[in-house]
């Protein structure tokens, strides 16, 4: 593996603020993706989903799967039976790659650092892998849990230096008014190569 190659793509991508710069290197990154992230050991979407299908009984409930990536999190709940997954992402280049699993029923664009186009209490459960970032600045956690339905849970994963940062106090403000019922909170490997964990965090809607 070219490390260097990839440990500059992943620092322009933790430093960048301006969104068409994040959405311009993933499209950059889109087609060495998954065989990238197979060589780091990014184990993100499978832990994700042994915590998420035990709250997901319904093999039938819509599930939006926020920030799909190249379809790794659809295709593994597809293996467990799930048939009803909207994928969203921004990057048209790694929603493209996302079509090849036929997991997801719809993909569709979204840019989670903006309120998005979808009506309050519409999906079963959300799962969002790999995708939390400080650029979504309090909007994206508050966006999942409204287009949420009542009593369902919201998982995603979070690397401990946004979790420390922007999304812990965030947990308490939401909360407070009343948007979560319970929080659940994992720490689990994310990146074996590196042995990087990161906090798979559940958040039920009342
Ligand atoms: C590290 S990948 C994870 C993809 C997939 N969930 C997985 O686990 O393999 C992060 C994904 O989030 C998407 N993303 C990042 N910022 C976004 C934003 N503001 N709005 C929508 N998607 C975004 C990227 O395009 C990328 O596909």
Redesign the pocket.
Known sequence: MNNDRLDKLVNKLIIATD?AE??SL?AEWAER?DSD?DEFG?V??QI?IEAFTPLVMDKNALIY?????????GKLLGEQGYNNIVG????DE?RKLAEKFDAYTRLEY????KAVDIKDDTYDAII????Y?A??EGV?LREMLRILKPGRPFLF?CRPHYFDGDVEPQLGTLKDEGLIAKIDIEDKPYMLKQQANAYYITLHKP
């Open positions: 969104p994040v959405v993933y993706y992230l990014y993100a979407p994700a799967d926020a920030g799909c990536g190249t379809g790794t999190v969203a992402d921004f990057s790694m979204a840019d989670y650092g969002s892998v790999g995708v970032t650029r979504f994206f994963s």
